[in-house]
C-alpha cells in the first residue's frame, strides 16, 4: 500500500474492527479513523468529522475569537491532522503522510462546511475592531464565499519529498496567498500571525485560557514574559493592566510581531499605558544576567517549547524545567507570582508539577500554589496522553526570599 490508502483492520475472527489511513513510512502504520461498526471514509464522512468539530467551538466566536483550533488531530478523530482558523484564513497542518491523498477531499469538505455558515456564521464584531483603520467592523465572515487555505508541512514529512507530490510548505490549497500576515481577534485583543512560515501554524492558540488567567493578575504589576513569541501573554496582562511587560525570546523576527502586536491594540488605553519592551536572548542566560543586574519582576510567565520529543529525552527535560524554574525565581520580587508551563507529552503533569516545586523549594523560594491548568476547549482531550499542556500558577513565599 501507498501512504493514505484505506486500511481495514479485522479481528482474529475475521470481523471488522476499525479502518483508517496506512502509512508504511511511519512507525504508527495505520491512523484509525473509525472503529465499531463499518463506515465509509469518503468526502461526506470528513464533512461530518469537521462539522463535530466546528459545532465542538461554536461558542468561541462569542468571546471575540476568531482564531482558534479547528481540529485537534486524534482529540478531534481525525489523526495527524491539525486545521487553526485565523478568521477568513484557515491553515491546514500535517502530521503524517496518509493525508496527501486526501487533500481534495478535505478541501472540499471544507468548503462544504464553510458555506453551509457553520464556520463562517461567526460575526467579528468585538469592540476592538472597530476602531482599527481598514476593517469594516460587524462584517460576517459569511460575505466570505470561501476561506483561503494554506497547508503546511511537519518538518518530518517535508524530509521525505519524494511522498509528496510538489506538495510543499506554505503553499495555498485554495485561495491567494495573504499578502502578509493575517490578523484575527482572541478575547477581543487583535493579534496578526505569519500563517505561511510561523512556528506551528503561526499561533500558540492553546495557551488562550491561560494568557486570560494571566490578564486577572497583571494589574499594576511589572512582568516579564519569558518565551514570549509574538506576545500573546505580555498583550493580556498589558491589557490587565501591568505596569510594564517585558517580553524576551531568541527570536528577533517573533519578537518584532509582539511589538506589531502592541501596535494593533494602542487604542486600548491600559495597552496604551504599559511600558512594553522586547529582548532578543537565550532564556537561560538572560534570565541569569537579569538577576545578576538586579531586576526583579512581580509576574514571571515562563512558557518554553517542549524539550522531550521522545522517551530518551525525558529525564533531561524534567531537569530543564527545573533549572528553569530556579532561573525564574531568581528574577521574582518577593511574593510576586510564577506561571510555568510545559508544552512536553512525554512529561507527565505529576512530574512537571514535581519539578517545579521541588527546584523552588531547593532555591529557597517554596512555592504556594494558585492553580494547576491545562489547554483551551479548541483543544479537547480524548486520551490520557492528549492532556500535553500543563500549566502551574503559583506565588512565592515572600519570607523566604533573598533579594
Ligand atoms: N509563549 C508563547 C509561545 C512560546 S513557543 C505564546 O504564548 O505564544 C516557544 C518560544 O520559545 C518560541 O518563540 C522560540 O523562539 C522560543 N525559544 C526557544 N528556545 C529559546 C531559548 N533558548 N531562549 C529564548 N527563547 C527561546
Not at 479513523?33 to 468526502?43: F, K, N, Q, S, Y
Not at 491567494?176 to 505569519?194: M, T
Not at 526583579?296 to 529525564?315: G, M, T
Amino acid at each position: 500500500g501507498k501512504p493514505g490508502d484505506l486500511a481495514v483492520i479485522f479481528d482474529d475472527y475475521r470481523r471488522f474492527l476499525a479502518i483508517g489511513l496506512y502509512d508504511p513510512t511511519s512507525p504508527m502504520r495505520v491512523r484509525v479513523l473509525h472503529h465499531g461498526a463499518p463506515a465509509e471514509i469518503d468526502r461526506a464522512w470528513l464533512a461530518d468529522k469537521l462539522a463535530a468539530a466546528v459545532a465542538w467551538r461554536a461558542t468561541l466566536p462569542e468571546s471575540g475569537t476568531t482564531g482558534y483550533r479547528l481540529v485537534h488531530g486524534e482529540n478531534d478523530g481525525l489523526p495527524g491532522l491539525v486545521m487553526d482558523r485565523y478568521e477568513a484564513t484557515l491553515v491546514v497542518k500535517l502530521y503524517s503522510l496518509a493525508w496527501t491523498p486526501w487533500l481534495a477531499d478535505l478541501r472540499a469538505a471544507l468548503g462544504e462546511v464553510w458555506r453551509a455558515g457553520v464556520i463562517a456564521k461567526s460575526v467579528v464584531c468585538d469592540e476592538a475592531i472597530s476602531h482599527m483603520e481598514g476593517i469594516a467592523s460587524r462584517t460576517p465572515l459569511a460575505m466570505t464565499a470561501a476561506p483561503a487555505v494554506v497547508l503546511r508541512l511537519s518538518r518530518e514529512l517535508e524530509r521525505q519529498p519524494e511522498h509528496l507530490y510538489g506538495l510543499t510548505d506554505g503553499m495555498m490549497l485554495a485561495g491567494p496567498p495573504p499578502d502578509g500576515p493575517v490578523q484575527f481577534s482572541e478575547n477581543g485583543l487583535r493579534f496578526e500571525a505569519d500563517v505561511l512560515h510561523g512556528q506551528k501554524t503561526g499561533f500558540f492558540f492553546d495557551q488562550r485560557d491561560n494568557r486570560a488567567r494571566v490578564e486577572k493578575l497583571a494589574a499594576g504589576r511589572r512582568t516579564l514574559n519569558v518565551f514570549a513569541y509574538s506576545g500573546g501573554f505580555s498583550l493580556y496582562a498589558a491589557r490587565g493592566g501591568a505596569s510594564e511587560v517585558t517580553s524576551l525570546d531568541a527570536s528577533a523576527p517573533a519578537l518584532a510581531a509582539a511589538e506589531r502586536n502592541f501596535a494593533l491594540n494602542r487604542h486600548l488605553p491600559a495597552v496604551a499605558a504599559a511600558r512594553h519592551s522586547v529582548l532578543v536572548a537565550d532564556a537561560f542566560t538572560a534570565l541569569a544576567d537579569l538577576r545578576q543586574r538586579g531586576q526583579r519582576y512581580d509576574l514571571v510567565i515562563v512558557d518554553p517549547p517542549a524539550f522531550a520529543k521522545r522517551e530518551s529525552e525525558v529525564s533531561a527535560a524534567v531537569q530543564t524545567y527545573g533549572r528553569l524554574t530556579g532561573l525564574a525565581l531568581g528574577v521574582l520580587a518577593p511574593g510576586g507570582t510564577l506561571v510555568m508551563s510545559s508544552c512536553s507529552s512525554r512529561v507527565s503533569a505529576p512530574a512537571f508539577f514535581t519539578a517545579v516545586n521541588r527546584a523552588a523549594t531547593q532555591a529557597g523560594w517554596p512555592l504556594i500554589e494558585l492553580d494547576r491548568t491545562g489547554h483551551a476547549i479548541d483543544h479537547p482531550v480524548l486520551f490520557p496522553e492528549g492532556a500535553y499542556l500543563k500549566c502551574l500558577f503559583a506565588q512565592s513565599v515572600s519570607l523566604n526570599h533573598v533579594v
